[in-house]
């Protein structure tokens, strides 16, 4: 099969990687540490790379034995990739990746709802889905030797009469830190101890896969939304060879956690068996460990309720801090914004002496909830809506609000981010 034109000028194999990482520490480590991020996700290692570049040393935990590039892919806009410009890998990922042009929106019988280009609404809109694992291996390139510490999973917390804190790990070793950064994701033990309640699910889990094609994908570089009755299901090319999709279905509970991949798939297809057959063709040429199946939570941050982002020198970045559904596509957005952010704060406070640690933690959380609780907030709200199983409201969504009242230039004006490069 000959690719198409749109896809011919880009690689269809990744870049070598180079890590930098360090083993598990021995049982007798104690080393202080200025600063360590628990979790190398998305969040861990975007906070690392920044203050790399604003030449401050970080250690990074990670809890397992390798980065965790399971999953699938994930969808940047143009924060996002304002954010990996200023960290000086945004050119490196764009070679690897598409650029998505626009979106459809169909019903599940396959009839087309609307259609926008995104730069006709935005002109330096910029979309792409891009691999978790090479997102992660692009980051993690970045940081000098020994900067990553595997099979570090955190097993308990406590401060220092010195006003520092001390990081107690499952392996039996311990680290003394000045200033704790949590990545540590939606489930994060550090944001537990801080006082934080468990995200709260949505009413809805998702299916997600990366279709394969050795021969290359024939799909025009756009996202595909198709609604149904309380399902909902979309897909997009990542690269010349790879499609993301993912299913997304009302549930009252998460359900029990299935590991089995081709019982994900079955059950994937189940949902959508009568639906397009080009998303059915993508979901069975996806490979079994692509597959995955997730609860959809978020954590709303109910201002003078929840507890701030930080206490003393202990602060929450990304899902650690802000789960949110990924409605609106700004999860990873968002972390990376949080990661640059923080960064500037906390290396302006440790190399100039400006202002304390803690009140560069606390500017960090005063300065960022404004943006992250309105996009939770929103991104559950769009899901509730899209997610309609009542026949006579999905007419009224797919004849009406779609079709005549939907305007995608608002509805992305949340992708509006400055970020000045940090090196």
Known sequence: MTLPTTLANYSTRTRPIRLSIAGAAPATDRNGEEIVIVGAGIAGLATAVSLHRLGVRSLVLEQGESLRTGGTSLTLFKNGWRVLDALGVGNDLRTQFLEIQGMIVKSQDGRELRSFRFKDEDESQEVRAVERRILLETLANQLPPDSIRFSSKLGKIERTESGGTLLELMNGSSISAKIVIGCDGVRSPVAKWMGFAEPKYAGHCAFRGLGFYPDGQPFEPRVNYIYGRGVRAGFVP????????????NSSTPGPKITDPSVLKKQAIELVQNWPSELLNIINLTPDDTIIRTPLVDRWLWPNITP?????????????????????GQGACCALEDAVVLARKLASAITTGSTTV??????????RWPRVFPLTVRANFVGSLLQWDNPAVCSVRNNVIIPKVVKLGPMLEHTNFDCEPLY
């Open 238 to 249: 990542v690269s010349p060879t790879k499609v993301y999709w993912f299913v997304c279905f």
């Open 308 to 328: 701030p982002a930080s206490s003393g020198k202990i602060v929450l970045v990304g899902d650690a801090w802000h789960p949110m559904t990924p409605n609106l």
């Open 358 to 367: 803690e009140e560069a933690l606390r500017s960090y959380g005063n300065e």
